[in-house]
C-alpha cells in the first residue's frame, strides 16, 4: 500500500467486516483499477467497473491532492514541474532570441498597399530583429505610429516563474 500511495498517489483498500460490523481485515486494491466518483453526495469506489463500494468500505490514503478526491504521485507532479520548466525555458530562448521587446502594432494615417506592408514589414524585422538589435531606434514614415502590445517578461513575472521552477 505504501508503494501505491508513492508511485500512484492513492492506495485503497477494501475494508472486510465481520457479522457484527467490524473491520477485520484489509484487502488491498489495484489503484489503477480504482475510480472515485461522488453520487448523490455521497463518496463512491468503483474497482475493476464492477464492484461499487461507499466511502466507509474502504480505507483509502490520498496522496497530494488538488480535488479532495484522488491524489497525484510524486513521479507525475516531478514530470509536470519538468514540463512547464522546459516550456518556459523554449518560450524564453524564443522570446530573447529576437530581442527582449514586445510585439507591437504599426499603424498608417491612411490605405497601404500590399507592397508597402511587405517592404514595411521586412525593413521592420531587420531593423529590431536579434540580441545586437534590441532597443534600436526605429524610423517610421509618413505619420505612422508604433503602439507596443502585449506584456514584455517582467509585467509577466517570466523571471519569477523561472525561479519558481528551479524550485520546485
Not at 453520487?39 to 483509502?60: C, M, Q, R, S
Amino acid at each position: 500500500m505504501a508503494a501505491n500511495l508513492v508511485l500512484h498517489g492513492n492506495s485503497y483498500a477494501k475494508i472486510e467486516m465481520n457479522g457484527a460490523g467490524r473491520p477485520v481485515s484489509l484487502t488491498p486494491l489495484n489503484p489503477l483499477l480504482v475510480e472515485v466518483k461522488i453520487v448523490d453526495g455521497e463518496k463512491v469506489y468503483i474497482f475493476d467497473k464492477k464492484h461499487t463500494y461507499l466511502d466507509y468500505e474502504v480505507l483509502h490514503f490520498v496522496g497530494l491532492s488538488f480535488n479532495g478526491l484522488t491524489g497525484k504521485s510524486p513521479i507525475t507532479v516531478a514530470r509536470e514541474a519538468v514540463a512547464i520548466g522546459l516550456a518556459a525555458q523554449e518560450y524564453g530562448a524564443r522570446f530573447y532570441s529576437n530581442g527582449p521587446n514586445a510585439g507591437g502594432v504599426i499603424t498608417a494615417p491612411g490605405r497601404l498597399n500590399t507592397e508597402v506592408v511587405k517592404r514595411l514589414r521586412e525593413s521592420w524585422n531587420r531593423a529590431q530583429s536579434g540580441n545586437s538589435n534590441s532597443h534600436s531606434t526605429a524610423i517610421l514614415e509618413e505619420g505612422m505610429k508604433y503602439e507596443k502590445i502585449g506584456l514584455d517578461p517582467e509585467a509577466a513575472q517570466f523571471l519569477q516563474s523561472r525561479k519558481f521552477q528551479v524550485n520546485e
